[in-house]
């Protein structure tokens, strides 16, 4: 839990409890749960009540403070009493997001939209900037770009593709596993390769991703879950949010926020080289008209 939780600032210690939730040790997530569900309440216990309440060891609770790069329990509540003292729309609104039997279509609208603020402003408190410049400076370095997803996350790699390819980019979008592997094992030193999984735990992907990087290409991963194997196998590590609730399942939250990594990467490549991009994308317009 360390590489990943590296000086968790105050502001994003609840965000960042729901990004790692999936990977931590069956005890620590029992915590993660608590905490992430009463975080006022917790700021009020001692290390023996939380030890009783979450229904785990003292012992259990000062691994996952330590973990998290806290010094201690006490260090963890000072900071989480601060964080949830500051003023805090997407905590004010989450549970005006679930959806119940008197909701009728306007209320449902609005909740949506409450939803997928939420859950961007999540993902723009989980991103890791300097990555997202740093695989944009990559990507106007390197000569060819695949996006390799599988399912609901191979829709974002083919909108990722359409997008790059407007503004003259060598890029192409793999979805069939097969195709993936065969595309991955013929990768070099001068590809970059993204492997686009919410979990991040998707086999596909990740064995896509194995694959190009023993081909000596550089490894993107767009993700949730920054510990998870698609992120550990990965130069880079782009995260993408996930806060949402019963309205929406794991459908249109996950596919907006990954879009919205996705835009920032793109609106970063317009930035950095604008005449070549506003050429290209002139010459992919007419060639459509």
């Known amino acids: 839990m360390n590489a990943a939780t590296d000086a968790i600032q105050v502001g994003k210690i609840l965000d960042t409890l729901g990004s790692l939730r999936d990977s931590l040790t069956p005890s620590a997530r029992r915590i993660a749960d608590y905490v992430l569900a009463q975080p006022q309440y917790v700021t009020e216990l001692s290390i023996a009540e939380l030890s009783q309440q979450a229904k785990v060891g003292e012992a259990s609770i000062i691994r996952f403070c330590k973990g998290l790069n806290f010094k201690g329990f006490q260090d963890l509540k000072m900071k989480l009493a601060i964080e949830v003292a500051t003023p805090n729309d997407t905590e004010k609104h989450m549970l005006d997001t679930e959806l119940t039997p008197e909701d009728n279509a306007e209320h449902i609208g609005r909740k949506l939209q409450q939803t997928i603020s939420n859950v961007l402003g999540e993902t723009l408190n989980l991103l890791d900037f300097s990555e997202l410049e740093a695989v944009a400076s990559a990507f106007q370095q390197q000569k060819r770009i695949y996006f390799f997803g599988v399912g609901s996350s191979g829709i974002t790699a083919e909108d990722a593709k359409n997008k790059l ?72 590590v782009l995260i993408n949010g996930n806060r949402q609730g019963q309205l929406q399942g794991d459908s249109i939250g996950t596919k907006i926020t990954q879009l919205f990594v996705l835009d920032i990467l793109y609106t970063l490549l317009v930035r950095d080289n604008p005449d070549y991009t506003r050429q290209q994308k002139y010459k992919t317009t007419q060639a459509l008209d």
């Open 165 to 236: 390819m407007r503004i003259g980019f060598d890029v192409d979008a793999l979805t069939n596993n097969h195709f993936m592997y065969m595309k991955a094992a013929l990768l070099t030193a001068d590809d970059i390769a993204i492997g686009i999984s919410h979990s991040g735990t998707s086999k596909e992907t990740i064995k896509a991703l194995e694959l190009a990087k023993e081909c000596g290409a550089m490894t993107v991963a767009l993700t949730h879950n920054p510990l998870s194997p698609l992120a550990t196998l990965s130069d880079y």
